[in-house]
């Protein structure tokens, strides 16, 4: 395969750059563009301090340090260095420059990953977790992403694949010397296995929900009649977290969602103003917007100015989260005036009552207690890595259920156990789809394309 080689840290000025290459020239390219201090033998994991060259006149570009490591044990198996330099964007392009005219070629995005997928050092499963591990929003998906990267799932998926070649290796068995009439109990065999089999993967298909979680933030909204302190409270929430928070386009026009992590929990909060916005457009949230968002959301927080007593709206408001997860907050608690504290509407509304104040910012933290406990995501088993963040990985799964219950029909309804084989193969190959193994190049394509460059 080519040398190839890009600029791994992020576009932009930086204390530092790195310049990488990988393949079988690398250390010859790096060669005509390098020269150490140390002249002395390359060795792995070590790094030579000197400097970077322009190869055709001999021009200093940069000092640099350079990490050797020799095939196979480097990220992609093969020979590989890392060229630390000063982080400018002249110098880091004028090192790349080097490094392509003495023989490299540029890496498209993801293929330093790719290469250590094809050469067989990580499995399809952990490519994709190196990009979540990157894009990660929160320090739970961090870990869970980790964990996929470390091979968790992997392990999971290849271990149900294997049980699954046991049964097909029983079926060819059966069909091979059919004199022995062990086709009965290949059948029984085979069918308590599927059964066995079929436990684990909906495991792991129900496993997605809370993968999706992890993945995308728990959907909340705040919702309220004009007035309460929607706004308020999400400037609160978000003014406390301001750090963390990464705006996301929303599907309308009029919704920004905003990422944040309360208590190690991602929440996608739902802008519902544009609550900000409409407020400087005189433009209220009106009830049918707020079924709307109750409809959308996994969390609602539902706050009402307590200064005022129960009007028609919040009345329809409380009726809206009945079924939902949602945390009853009764704001402006700093004017000292609470009507509906022992309001019965609200107390026998089940859900947890917070009284708050938006403005002094008081109360908010209790907010977050009901959160977590809601939640208590940290019940998610993420130390045992064995449930699915990915839809890719999701819909395979559900395939390969189909596959394994029409198996399962089959045999019920006596069919022969050639027909039965048919699915249990498919069933293989959809599981293989998750590690790579039964994929296609254009998959294979559209996944490394989500990479950065350099990774
Ligand atoms: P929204 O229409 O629900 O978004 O409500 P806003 O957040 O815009 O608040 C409406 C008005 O109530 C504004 O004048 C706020 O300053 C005021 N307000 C909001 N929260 C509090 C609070 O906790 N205490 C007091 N005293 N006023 C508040």
Same mark, same amino acid.
């Given at each position: 395969m080519s040398t190839i080689a890009a600029i791994s840290t992020a576009p932009g000025i930086g204390g530092i750059g790195i310049?990488?290459?990988s393949g079988e020239e690398c250390f010859e390219v790096l060669n005509k563009i390098f020269?150490?201090?140390?002249?002395?033998?390359?060795?792995?994991?070590?790094?030579?301090?000197?400097?970077?060259?322009?190869s055709e006149n001999g021009e200093e570009i940069d000092e640099v340090l350079v990490s050797y490591f020799i095939a196979p044990k480097s990220y992609t198996t093969e020979n590989m260095c890392e060229i630390n330099s000063h982080g400018g964007i002249v110098v880091m392009?004028?090192?790349?420059?080097?490094?392509?005219k003495n023989g490299a070629v540029l890496?498209?995005?993801g293929e330093f990953t790719k290469r250590a997928f094809l050469n067989g050092r990580i499995d399809l499963l952990q490519a994709e977790a190196v990009i979540d591990v990157i894009n990660a929003k929160s320090s739970i998906e961090a870990k869970a992403s980790v964990n996929q990267l470390r091979g968790t799932l992997s392990q999971k998926i290849n271990s149900i694949k294997q049980k699954i070649i046991d049964i097909m290796v029983d079926i060819e068995a059966s069909i091979d010397y059919p004199e022995y009439d062990v086709e009965e109990v290949t059948n029984e065999k085979a069918r308590a296995s599927i059964e066995d089999i079929l436990n684990d993967l909906k495991k792991l298909e129900n496993s997605f929900d809370d993968g999706k979680i992890i993945r995308e933030g728990i959907k909340t909204a705040i919702i309220g009649t004009p007035n309460a302190g929607k706004s308020s409270l999400l400037n609160a929430i978000l003014d406390e977290e301001r750090a963390i928070v990464t705006d996301i386009e929303g599907t309308t026009r009029d919704t920004i969602e905003e990422f944040i992590t309360i208590r190690g929990i991602p929440l996608k909060l739902i802008d519902t103003a544009g609550i900000r916005k409409a407020k400087d457009e005189v433009e209220k949230i009106g009830i049918e917007k707020s079924k709307e968002y109750v409809r959308n959301s996994d969390l609602i927080i539902a706050i009402f100015d307590a200064t005022k007593e129960l009007q028609q709206d919040d009345i329809e408001i409380l009726?809206?989260?009945?079924?939902? !997860? &949602? /945390?009853?907050?009764?704001? #402006?608690e700093d004017l000292n005036q609470n009507r509906l504290n022992k309001e019965e509407k609200i107390l026998k509304s089940g859900k947890k009552v917070i009284s708050i104040s938006a403005l002094k910012k008081t109360g908010i933290e209790e907010i977050y207690d009901e959160v977590a406990r809601l939640f208590n995501i940290n019940k998610i088993e993420i130390e045992d890595g064995e449930f699915i963040t990915n839809i890719r990985?999701?819909?395979?799964?559900? !395939? &390969? /259920?189909?596959k394994l219950? #029409?198996?399962e029909k089959?045999?019920?309804?006596?069919?022969?156990?050639?027909?039965?084989?048919?699915?249990?193969k498919e069933a293989l190959e959809e599981l293989g789809k998750i590690t790579g193994d039964s994929v296609s190049e254009d998959i294979i394509k559209e996944i490394f394309k989500k990479f950065c460059l350099g990774k």
């Open positions: 310049i990488r290459m020269i150490p201090k140390n002249k002395g033998k390359i060795e792995s994991y070590k790094i030579k301090y000197g400097k970077i060259v322009n392009n004028k090192i790349l420059e080097q490094c392509l890496a498209e995005p009726e809206m989260i009945k079924n939902k !997860n &949602a /945390i009853i907050v009764l704001n #402006k990985h999701k819909n395979s799964i559900t !395939n &390969a /259920i189909k219950e #029409k198996a089959t045999m019920l309804d006596n069919m022969p156990i050639d027909i039965i084989s048919i699915d249990i």
